[in-house]
C-alpha cells in the first residue's frame, strides 16, 4: 500500500504526460491545417488554439515554447511529411525529460531519463 501511494502522483503525472503529447498531436495538426489553408499570423492563431488546448496551469509556459521555439520544427516537420506523433516527439513534448525541461524543470544528470510510453 505505501508503495502505491507514494507512486500515485507518477501515475497521475503520467497520465497527465500522454494527454499533453496527444494535446501536442492536435497543435500539429492545426498547424497543418493552417497552412493548407494559406492562413495568415500564424503564430497568433498557434497561440490561441494552445492556450484552448493545454491545461491552463501549463499553458503559457508550452504555449510560448512552442510559438517562439517550436514553431519553425513544426512547419519543417510538416514539409517533410513527418507524422504528428513524430514531431511532437521531436519537439520534447513526448519525452518526459524534454516536456520538463519546457516547464523549466531540469531532472538531475544523476537520476535515470524517463520515457514514457504514449498510447
Known sequence: MRLFLALLPLLCFATTHADICFDCVVIVEF???L???REDDL????DAKCHEQFPQDWA???CDSIVKTKLDQI???IENDFPPDQICDQIGLCN???FLKT???VVPADRPAVNLPVA
Do not use: M, R, S, Y
Open 31 to 33: 498547424v497543418e491545417n
Open 60 to 62: 503559457d509556459a508550452v
Open 75 to 77: 512547419v519543417k516537420g
Open 35 to 37: 497552412l493548407l489553408n
Open 103 to 105: 516547464l523549466g524543470i
Open 96 to 98: 518526459l525529460v524534454e
Open 43 to 46: 503564430e497568433g492563431k498557434l
